[in-house]
T-cell receptor
Framework: GQQVMQIPQYQHVQEGEDFTTYCNSS?????IQWYKQRPGGHPVFLIQLVKSGEVKKQKRLTFQFGEAKKNSSLHITATQTTDVGTYFC??????????????FGTGTRLTIIP | NAGVTQTPKFRVLKTGQSMTLLCAQD?????MYWYRQDPGMGLRLIHYSVGEGTTAKGEVPDGYNVSRLKKQNFLLGLESAAPSQTSVYFCASSYPGSRQGEAEAFFGQGTRLTVV
């Protein structure tokens, strides 16, 4: 079946450094979503990417969807302590926008060293 | 608006006991999901439903059963609990989505289950 692999599993950065997590699929994704889970919390939706080569920004967060729609990345510029948590990508979608069988990557756990 | 509510929040079971986890959503979502989260394993899909009266298997369905008799409720059952089912369970719901971003999944607060 389709699998979404996410790397790295863990990332420790000094506050103010940048952070990137990558999501890779063996098959073409119709869309991909990104979620953030704070320690002890539940996953919260960040964004959805649909188009090939799409780039979206949310303040210090930049999301990219690969040209072949098989990979995606999340980049955080100048990390802050509020960025601590686990970041998940989610896919593949069975429809253009929706996800009947919403499966998640293994996540990247980000810790910040003050 | 409560969103997605899971009951109970914590539970300790003995091996072989049965229990049902309840998920309720008040957003009129078509899709509902059950996940388990274990250290280093991310979120793994147990079962999901695309509408009232329908269910389907996810990545790790063995040892679990589900039912969706009402659109707003999605029940997860453990017939004979095993220590390997010790985990944090999350329920989520979403729209099918007709526009970008509309299919975001909303999660409940989670149920921490320990099987001894």
């Amino acid at each position: 079946g389709q699998q979404v692999m996410q790397i790295p599993q863990y990332q420790h950065v000094q506050e103010g450094e940048d952070f990137t997590t990558y999501c890779n699929s063996s098959t073409t994704l119709s869309n991909i979503q990104w979620y953030k889970q704070r320690p002890g919390g539940h996953p919260v939706f960040l964004i959805q990417l649909v188009k090939s080569g799409e780039v979206k920004k949310q303040k210090r967060l930049t999301f990219q969807f690969g040209e072949a729609k098989k990979n995606s990345s999340l980049h955080i510029t100048a990390t802050q302590t509020t960025d601590v948590g686990t970041y998940f990508c989610a896919g593949p979608g069975d429809r253009i926008f929706g996800n009947e069988k919403l499966t998640f990557g293994t996540g990247t756990r980000l810790t910040i060293i003050p | 608006n409560a969103g997605v509510t899971q009951t109970p929040k914590f539970r300790v079971l003995k091996t072989g006991q049965s229990m049902t986890l309840l998920c309720a959503q008040d957003m009129n979502h078509e899709y509902m999901y059950w996940y388990r989260q274990d250290p280093g394993m991310g979120l793994r899909l147990i079962h999901y439903s695309v509408g009232e009266g329908t269910t389907a298997k996810g990545e790790v369905p063995d040892g679990y059963n589900v039912s969706r008799l009402k659109k707003q409720n999605f029940l997860l059952g453990l017939e004979s609990a095993a220590p390997s089912q010790t985990s944090v369970y999350f329920c989520a719901s979403s729209y099918p989505g007709s526009r970008q971003g509309e299919a975001e999944a909303f999660f409940g607060q989670g149920t921490r289950l320990t099987v001894v």
